[in-house]
């Protein structure tokens, strides 16, 4: 059985740091292109950088390039998204995703979802 569980979400101030975390199993963690999707309340689903299998190039949505970074440790299966310079409007759940590429700072053809962690950015 397939599982993706993230944590590392909570409140922080403006200008504050975290790191999300993703950590797999059931699925060959190489096999997949990793992504990172956000959903604030009445908005879509969106995502907001993604991980290639191999090369180690990663994507990032313009809005959040320059203070957020994704990485994967293949030993441990897990994925990050180390966040920096938070803003009010990043404010959403967010969730991790395996699919078959990087369509940009998507995740395309998500196969697999994680049940997300709440990031609330207020002062």
């Known amino acids: 059985q397939v599982q993706l569980a993230e944590s590392g979400g909570g409140l922080v101030q403006p200008g504050g740091s975290l790191k999300l975390s993703c950590t797999t199993s059931?699925?060959?963690?190489?096999?997949?292109?990793m992504g990172w999707f956000r959903q604030a309340p009445g908005n879509l689903r969106e995502g907001i950088a993604c991980?290639?299998?191999?090369?180690?190039?990663?994507y990032y949505k313009t809005s959040v390039e320059g203070r957020f970074t994704i990485s994967r440790d293949s030993a441990n299966k897990t994925l990050y998204l180390q966040m920096n310079s938070l803003k009010p409007e990043d404010t959403a759940m967010y969730y991790c995703?395996?699919?078959?590429?990087?369509?940009?700072?998507?995740?395309?053809?998500?196969?697999?979802w994680g049940q997300g962690t709440q990031v609330t950015v207020s002062s």
């Open positions: 059931g699925l060959i963690f190489d096999d997949y292109y």
């Open positions: 991980s290639t299998r191999s090369t180690g190039r990663v």
């Open positions: 995703a395996a699919g078959s590429g990087c369509a940009s700072y998507e995740t395309d053809n998500v196969a697999y």
